[in-house]
């Protein structure tokens, strides 16, 4: 059954276990953590070159540095997505993020570029990633792990 719930409600009712109309979700938005999130799935809503994407690419862009979170539109993040406390995460955009995450402050998700590793990490559905940790190459997180 398909839920009609988008994927900015379904981030935030991680947060408030409530679903929100949109006036609701903007008033959360003076959170950082959760302002950014809705900066960035406005930002995977529209197709790179078209003007509304073009405007919220560069409005991500100034809140990637207001903000210390340097997580691209490409990434793939599944809903339900939440970050526990806002600076400092950076996440290569070829990553792929299940349903229902949560990554604390201070996380790498980075490429390696050679060796075994080679490659990005995985992560699947209704994972936590702790405070400082760091994932690099083709590391797979999880049980429920993304078909894609």
């Given at each position: 059954?398909?839920?009609?719930?988008?994927?900015?409600?379904?981030?935030?009712?991680?947060?408030?276990?409530n679903?929100?109309?949109?006036?609701?979700?903007?008033?959360?938005?003076?959170?950082?953590?959760?302002?950014?999130?809705?900066?960035?799935?406005?930002?995977?809503?529209?197709?790179?070159?078209?003007?509304?994407?073009?405007?919220?690419?560069?409005?991500?862009?100034?809140?990637?540095?207001?903000?210390?979170?340097?997580?691209?539109?490409?990434?793939?993040?599944?809903?339900?997505?939440?970050?526990?406390?806002?600076?400092?995460?950076?996440?290569?955009?070829?990553?792929?993020?299940?349903?229902?995450?949560?990554?604390?402050?201070?996380?790498?998700?980075?490429?390696?570029?050679?060796?075994?590793?080679?490659?990005?990490?995985?992560?699947?559905?209704?994972?936590?990633i702790?405070?400082?940790?760091?994932?690099?190459?083709?590391?797979?997180?999880?049980?429920?792990?993304?078909?894609?």
């Amino acid at each position: 059954m398909q839920s009609n719930h988008t994927s900015i409600q379904k981030d935030f009712y991680r947060e408030s276990g409530n679903w929100l109309s949109p006036l609701q979700i903007w008033a959360k938005c003076i959170n950082p953590n959760l302002h950014f999130i809705y900066i960035l799935r406005k930002t995977q809503h529209y197709r790179k070159n078209s003007v509304l994407g073009m405007f919220w690419r560069l409005v991500l862009r100034h809140h990637q540095i207001k903000y210390g979170f340097q997580i691209y539109p490409e990434t793939q993040i599944g809903e339900g997505f939440y970050l526990g406390h806002w600076g400092n995460v950076v996440i290569n955009p070829k990553a792929k993020i299940g349903k229902n995450c949560n990554i604390a402050q201070g996380v790498s998700i980075a490429q390696a570029n050679r060796g075994k590793n080679e490659g990005v990490s995985v992560i699947g559905d209704e994972v936590w990633i702790g405070p400082n940790a760091v994932l690099v190459g083709k590391i797979s997180i999880g049980s429920k792990l993304l078909k894609k």
